[in-house]
């Protein structure tokens, strides 16, 4: 079975701090993405990954970053959160197009920065 | 770039009554997929129906079902009979079609929340 694993379901964290959220996929997937979630935006591409080490900016990528060492993980870094990053986070994952497209999301991770 | 816009914020039906949700888009490409997604309270975001738009034939999944216009750039989903558990916050996505790296990105709507009533 599809499995895309978001290893904090609820954050809080203060402002300033650093903050990982981690994103793991046993499907052997060569693309990877994070978005965030927010009420009356809907869903807007932060980072995506099509390979290891390999990241492409999304629409939103201010104040994030990206880590992938691994084929099957996709970190996404606040460097210095702020209050504005309160959010829903979504990880996905795919094979690349030539494999298929359908895109399979994680649980979601809500971060609250106070 | 593409934008997809759902009109709808906010529907509610009766359970067993049909219900149509509005999405429409806008694109300069000719060939892309369209998507329709599915968020329940769980939050785990789940693949409804998906439509290739060189496919005239519209697609059906059991009790959900498309009208794709592609020349007026609609792409509505219908459920049928629906179901307590049809409710949900529905996202309709854009993707490009190809085989270029970066074609696989979806661009959202902002969602339609519908609201099956016992």
């Known amino acids: 079975d599809v499995k895309v694993t978001q290893s904090s379901r609820y954050l809080v964290k203060r402002t300033g701090e650093k903050v990982f959220l981690e994103c793991v996929q046993d499907?052997?997937?060569?693309?990877m993405f994070w978005y965030r979630q927010d009420p009356g935006l809907g869903l807007r591409l932060i980072y995506f990954?099509?390979?290891?080490?390999?990241?492409e900016k999304g629409d939103i990528p201010e104040g994030y970053s990206v880590s992938r060492e691994k084929k099957e993980r996709f970190s996404l870094i606040l460097e210095s959160a702020s209050t504005n990053q309160t959010s829903m986070y979504l990880c996905?994952?795919?094979?690349?197009?030539?494999?298929?497209?359908?895109?399979?999301f994680g649980e979601g991770s809500w971060l609250t920065v106070v | 770039a593409q934008t997809v816009t759902q009109s709808q914020p906010e529907m509610s039906v009766q359970e067993a009554e049909t219900v149509t949700l509005s999405c429409t888009y806008d694109?300069?490409?000719?060939?892309?997929?369209l998507f329709w997604y599915k968020q329940p309270p769980s939050r785990q975001m789940i693949l409804v129906i998906r439509?290739?738009?060189?496919?005239?034939q519209n697609a059906t999944e059991n009790r959900f079902s498309v009208n794709f216009q592609k020349a007026a750039k609609s792409f509505s989903l219908k459920i049928s009979d629906s179901q307590l558990g049809d409710t949900a916050m529905y996202f309709c996505?854009?993707?490009?079609?190809?085989?270029?790296?970066?074609?696989?990105?979806?661009?959202f709507g902002t969602g339609t929340r519908l609201t099956i009533i016992p």
């Open positions: 996905a994952s795919s094979f690349p197009p030539w494999r298929g497209n359908t895109i399979y």
């Open positions: 694109t300069s490409e000719n060939n892309y997929y």
């Open positions: 990954s099509y390979d290891v080490k390999m990241k």
């Open positions: 439509q290739e738009a060189y496919k005239q």
């Open positions: 499907m052997d997937h060569e693309n």
């Open positions: 996505a854009f993707m490009k079609h190809g085989t270029n790296f970066g074609n696989e990105k979806l661009t």
